[in-house]
């Protein structure tokens, strides 16, 4: 069984041997949050889209508000669990355990700096480009394992090497976060060889060492005797469940407010997981305000307070399953009968009239093309860089991607790194130019 004492740790990586000689260690967890504020990866989520085109007239949801969110809910769950647990297990008041909340609301911040621009079809466009498409051509020149992290491009195992990884120029560790904020991240503790026909895993081959320290230093339990596969850090059900209540509910929002959802079909979806005598109390006060997207506002909010009590619960009906490494999906798919019955009609309408919608659909399209005809040129680039179109392209890359190195998987991994790390409006651009659609000025 996983251990408290030894699941959370204040020691950060690359940063080891100065680990003794702090003595403020309770406050690490709350400079991992501010680390990833003032930082230019976080920065740049807000000009990355969630779901929803980027706004014209009507502000939706980007990354960065939606990992703001998140990280707040996640503190509310990692607050309210550990004061139930601290209440059974009084011991444990001299531990790291009551920085839980702090841990998982800085993970939250962190979930997903590492996707591309464009949503979950930038991944997608990555990863078919290697399995569908011009990069198939690849196959042959890399390693299996190598191979599988391509073909399975995934947004969580990029955060982790964003946060990790030595760029060039930079100091060793990446961001140099606590150990437990950096496993409280990876929500698929596996590689890419055991994700199966799903592109889930948590780290690259790049990084299996780095989180097999981590994953060994904080005592996460080994399965089936494979080093490379580990049960869930259990601050990772947490930032899951913040990240599960977070996304449902904004979308929601965020579609009645581009009028995709009616007002009538929104507060009926909100409502839908109360009981009856909860329900005429919340109907009362919506008689209170006038304004729709404040009354519509006030039940999003009673909705995420009422499943942040149920997840918390979740984690704590759960809590030995977890530590024992034997709990199955998500906290969410562990709640009451009457809202985990209002969230899967709210997840069955929202895939049918939210991310279905023409809109989405566009912003899908649009970006598959730009990171598709980007990865394509790129690519080239790294493998024949003697070629003047090439030197042009490779010199456009930022100095901190080693776009040079000598092995071809590292080359590769350097155009994902930069081609990740853009925002929608620099692809876009970029994009453009290199078809010579948009010219500097002169």
């Not at 020149?141 to 399975?152: S, Y």
């Given at each position: 069984?996983?251990?408290?004492?030894t699941?959370?740790?204040?020691?950060?990586?690359?940063?080891?041997?100065?680990?003794?000689?702090?003595?403020?260690?309770?406050?690490?967890?709350q400079?991992?949050?501010?680390?990833?504020?003032?930082?230019?990866?976080?920065?740049r989520?807000?000009?990355?889209?969630?779901?929803?085109?980027?706004?014209?007239?009507?502000?939706?949801?980007?990354r960065?508000?939606?990992?703001?969110?998140?990280?707040?809910?996640?503190?509310?769950?990692?607050?309210?669990?550990?004061?139930?647990?601290?209440?059974?297990?009084?011991?444990?008041?001299?531990?790291?355990?009551?920085?839980?909340?702090?841990?998982?609301?800085?993970?939250?911040?962190?979930?997903?700096?590492?996707?591309?621009?464009?949503?979950?079809?930038?991944?997608?466009?990555?990863?078919?480009?290697?399995?569908?498409?011009?990069?198939?051509?690849?196959?042959?020149?890399?390693?299996?394992?190598?191979?599988?992290?391509?073909?399975?491009?995934?947004?969580?195992?990029?955060?982790?090497?964003?946060?990790?990884?030595?760029?060039?120029?930079?100091?060793?560790?990446?961001?140099?976060?606590?150990?437990?904020?950096?496993?409280?991240?990876?929500?698929?503790?596996?590689?890419?060889?055991?994700?199966?026909?799903?592109?889930?895993?948590?780290?690259?081959?790049?990084?299996?060492?780095?989180?097999?320290?981590?994953?060994?230093?904080?005592?996460?339990?080994?399965?089936?005797?494979?080093?490379?596969?580990?049960?869930?850090?259990?601050?990772?059900?947490?930032?899951?469940?913040?990240?599960?209540?977070?996304?449902?509910?904004?979308?929601?929002?965020?579609?009645?407010?581009?009028?995709?959802?009616?007002?009538?079909?929104?507060?009926?979806?909100?409502?839908?997981?109360?009981?009856?005598?909860?329900?005429?109390?919340?109907?009362?006060?919506?008689?209170?305000?006038?304004?729709?997207?404040?009354?519509?506002?006030?039940?999003?909010?009673?909705?995420?307070?009422?499943?942040?009590?149920?997840?918390?619960?979740?984690?704590?009906?759960?809590?030995?399953?977890?530590?024992?490494?034997?709990?199955?999906?998500?906290?969410?798919?562990?709640?009451?009968?009457?809202?985990?019955?209002?969230?899967?009609?709210?997840?069955?309408?929202?895939?049918?009239?939210?991310?279905?919608?023409?809109?989405?659909?566009?912003?899908?399209?649009?970006?598959?093309?730009?990171?598709?005809?980007?990865?394509?040129?790129?690519?080239?680039?790294?493998?024949?860089?003697?070629?003047?179109?090439?030197?042009?392209l490779?010199?456009?890359?930022?100095g901190?991607?080693?776009?040079?190195a000598?092995?071809?998987?590292?080359?590769?991994?350097?155009?994902?790194?930069?081609?990740s790390?853009m925002?929608?409006?620099?692809?876009?651009?970029?994009?453009?130019?290199?078809?010579?659609?948009?010219?500097?000025?002169?």
């Amino acid at each position: 069984m996983m251990n408290w004492n030894t699941l959370i740790s204040a020691k950060r990586f690359g940063l080891e041997e100065f680990h003794q000689e702090r003595h403020e260690n309770r406050s690490e967890f709350q400079r991992d949050y501010d680390r990833l504020v003032f930082s230019a990866p976080f920065r740049r989520l807000q000009n990355k889209t969630q779901v929803f085109p980027l706004p014209g007239s009507i502000f939706v949801h980007n990354r960065l508000t939606h990992s703001l969110e998140v990280s707040c809910v996640g503190r509310s769950l990692g607050t309210d669990v550990a004061k139930a647990i601290l209440t059974r297990q009084p011991e444990l008041q001299n531990s790291y355990l009551p920085e839980i909340g702090s841990i998982v609301s800085a993970a939250c911040l962190a979930h997903d700096l590492g996707n591309p621009p464009f949503g979950h079809s930038g991944e997608r466009a990555i990863s078919t480009f290697f399995s569908e498409g011009k990069g198939m051509a690849l196959k042959e020149q890399l390693p299996a394992a190598q191979w599988e992290d391509l073909t399975h491009f995934e947004g969580n195992a990029n955060a982790f090497r964003l946060l990790t990884h030595q760029f060039e120029g930079r100091r060793k560790g990446g961001f140099v976060l606590t150990y437990s904020t950096l496993a409280s991240i990876v929500k698929y503790p596996f590689s890419s060889s055991l994700a199966g026909k799903k592109s889930k895993f948590g780290f690259f081959t790049t990084e299996e060492e780095s989180f097999r320290r981590i994953a060994e230093e904080l005592g996460m339990k080994r399965l089936n005797d494979d080093p490379l596969k580990y049960a869930r850090h259990p601050l990772v059900y947490l930032v899951e469940a913040a990240d599960d209540i977070c996304y449902q509910m904004m979308d929601i929002e965020d579609a009645h407010k581009l009028k995709i959802l009616t007002t009538g079909e929104t507060q009926d979806l909100l409502l839908s997981y109360f009981p009856e005598e909860r329900k005429a109390h919340m109907l009362k006060t919506l008689d209170i305000v006038s304004d729709v997207n404040e009354q519509i506002a006030y039940l999003r909010s009673c909705v995420i307070g009422l499943l942040i009590q149920e997840c918390t619960q979740a984690f704590l009906n759960n809590e030995e399953k977890i530590l024992e490494g034997e709990f199955q999906g998500s906290l969410i798919k562990h709640i009451s009968e009457l809202p985990a019955s209002a969230y899967n009609h709210c997840a069955d309408i929202s895939l049918k009239k939210i991310y279905r919608s023409r809109d989405v659909l566009d912003i899908e399209l649009a970006g598959f093309r730009i990171i598709s005809t980007l990865l394509d040129l790129m690519i080239d680039a790294v493998r024949s860089p003697e070629k003047a179109y090439s030197q042009l392209l490779i010199n456009r890359v930022s100095g901190q991607y080693n776009i040079k190195a000598p092995i071809l998987y590292e080359r590769i991994q350097a155009v994902l790194d930069y081609i990740s790390g853009m925002t929608d409006v620099f692809a876009l651009d970029l994009y453009r130019k290199i078809n010579g659609n948009s010219l500097p000025a002169v």
